[in-house]
């Protein structure tokens, strides 16, 4: 079973429109970290955030802000007013105690298209 | 300026010719890892180091080999290359639970 699951496979937005992408995790460790990366389309990977599971706070930065629920185990990603920037695909990850945070893994990545 | 540099960025070669992808860090960070990237697989991870001499499997170790006998160095060795090991391939190490990526290395086999 998929251990990172981001249903969303591409979305299409016009720019300055809401966006959420959607994560959903799975895992028996109480202690585990899950983040957000960020791939343009020249390529490299962006880490955007870290949260470990002790800490349900929600965190905005500017226009991104992340809601964790361990209640649905869902971790999921907004961006306000989005901008052609923001294209590009997103992938959420898990890393987890049990293997000393030495295994990570991915979802399959949501594309996000912003148009002008 | 903290990086992880890999080794080459793009390279083309043919079925059972081997290669090497290095990948190098100069953040003096023990963890060092390798994924590849498919399309609509995400990036799987192919194995990683905690250590000088330490090294583990990943999800999808089969047909790659590593070493790491420094600190900094973490190659990813092909001994032979097949057309299913064509895929995007990312270097990372970890400072702090987090991981940093390198820039990438696309691989197509022939």
């Not at chain 2, 390279?11 to 081997?18: C, N, Q």
């Not at chain 2, 990943?58 to 057309?83: A, H, M, Q, T």
């Not at chain 2, 895929?87 to 400072?95: P, T, V």
């Amino acid at each position: 079973a998929q251990k990172v699951t981001q249903a969303q496979t591409e979305i299409s937005v016009v720019e300055k429109e809401d966006v959420t992408l959607d994560c959903v995790y799975e895992t028996r460790d109480t202690t585990y970290y899950l983040f957000w990366y960020k791939q343009p389309p020249s390529g490299e990977l962006v880490f955007l955030i870290r949260r470990n599971s002790f800490d349900e706070q929600n965190e905005i930065s500017g226009r991104y802000s992340w809601n964790f629920q361990k209640s649905t185990s869902s971790f999921n990603f907004t961006i306000t007013a989005s901008q052609v920037v923001d294209s590009a695909v997103y992938f959420c990850a898990l890393s987890e105690a049990t293997n000393n945070f030495n295994k990570f893994y991915f979802g399959s990545g949501t594309k996000l298209n912003v148009k002008p | 300026e903290a990086q992880v540099t890999q080794n080459p960025r793009y390279l083309i070669t043919v079925t059972g010719k081997k290669l090497t992808v290095t990948c190098s860090q100069n953040m003096n960070h023990e963890y060092m890892s390798w994924y590849r990237q498919d399309p609509g697989l995400g990036l799987r991870q192919i194995y990683y180091s905690m250590n000088v001499e330490v090294t583990d499997k990943g999800d999808v170790p089969e047909g790659y080999k590593v070493s790491r006998k420094e600190k900094r160095n973490f190659p990813l060795i092909l001994e032979s290359p097949s057309p299913n090991q064509t895929s995007l391939y990312f270097c990372a190490s970890r400072r702090e639970e987090t991981q940093y990526f390198g820039p990438g290395t696309r691989l197509l086999v022939l």
